[in-house]
């Protein structure tokens, strides 16, 4: 893919897209949790790209770009982030042997991207299994939905990313004094840089966000934010977004006053024997965490709502089949180590023949077949299964 200004340009409105839904998704999240806006935002494109009506509208007000850009955004978007070092992406499409896909549509897909499903359950399931496995470095061991036999259009992302801390941290336990923590013995973390400048105070209008840059090798940083007590952790996420766009002015660590400057930070003059620079002490925690989303649990956010049902107008552009979105879900995994920072999502959106598609033929007196009432079927699986 040759590199162009107008390319960037697109590179960068699909970044600006993809904060967006993940700061919409961080109001919703509850407690300690990891999610990936990245991975979604992808599947969503494509299916607003085949969309009509309704469903159109609000699967590109998810997205966030209009429904006519998005194949194309997500595309290069993909390119983008599988050609950053440490970072692997991959879209996959499974469909049913009875499914048929537009060309015009899969021809936006990435190459290869397609697939079949042979309709045997176990080997189609370890097949999908096996894939998230296979792109994710074995991070995600399964895809996050389950088949069953009306399954007819499986579509998936798969991110992957890794990068090593140019600085490693000092690993020790950690028992802090005060806040969610107080009195538990945790993994810590601690450093010290003469880069003062590596953390950052932002007055929002929420409280005060204390950002903390962690540099990994290939051009990738993590940032590490803290709010004031009083804010859950989606608002600070959301207030994060807004820092790493540039559109909230931070203090640098150079320039914060003497004191508490902001949420866990203190600035305060050390005596030593000798003359030395001011340095930035840091203490923080490792994590391991994994999670599963639900997604149709906010089947609004997604611009999914429209979806679920059986009607074949919602993606004209896909197939001339209902494909009603049955299940969305996301796998993802994430670990902040003294060596650095790992992270895996797998994302899947299942589609199912409704009950009404199933058509069963009896033969007439003359020998002829015709389609007999529209009989409902039992399904394979109990409620909540995929």
Known sequence: MRVTSATMQAVDEVVDA?????ARWAERVEGGTVFSAAGVWPLLAFLADGASGEARAQLAEAVGLPAE????????GL???????GVDAALGLWTGRKMKVRKEWAAGLPPHAHRKLTGWLTYDQKALDAWAAEQTGGRVQRMP???SRDTTVVLASALALETRWIRPFTADWACPRSGPWENRELAGLSRTT????RVGVADTPDGQITDLRVVGTGGMDVHLLLGEEHMPAGQVLKAGMEINAGRQRVVPGSRLPHGEAGPGVSVVEVPTLRPAPPTLHVSTVAFDMVDKHNLMAHADLFGLGPTS??????????SDRPMPIRSARQSIAAAFTDKGFEAAAVTALAARETSGDRLTARQTADGSLRGRDRIPTVPRWAPGAL
């Not at 850009?69 to 290069?76: D, K, L, M, T």
């Not at 390119?79 to 070092?85: D, E």
């Not at 049902?309 to 896909?318: K, L, N, R």
């Open 69 to 76: 850009r998005v194949a194309q955004a997500a595309r290069e």
């Open 194 to 197: 003469a880069l003062l400048d």
């Open 18 to 22: 993809v904060n967006g839904l993940t």
């Open 309 to 318: 049902d059986g009607s074949e107008e919602h993606f004209p552009g896909i």
């Open 145 to 147: 939905v389950q088949l």
């Open 79 to 85: 390119v983008a982030l599988g050609g950053l070092r």
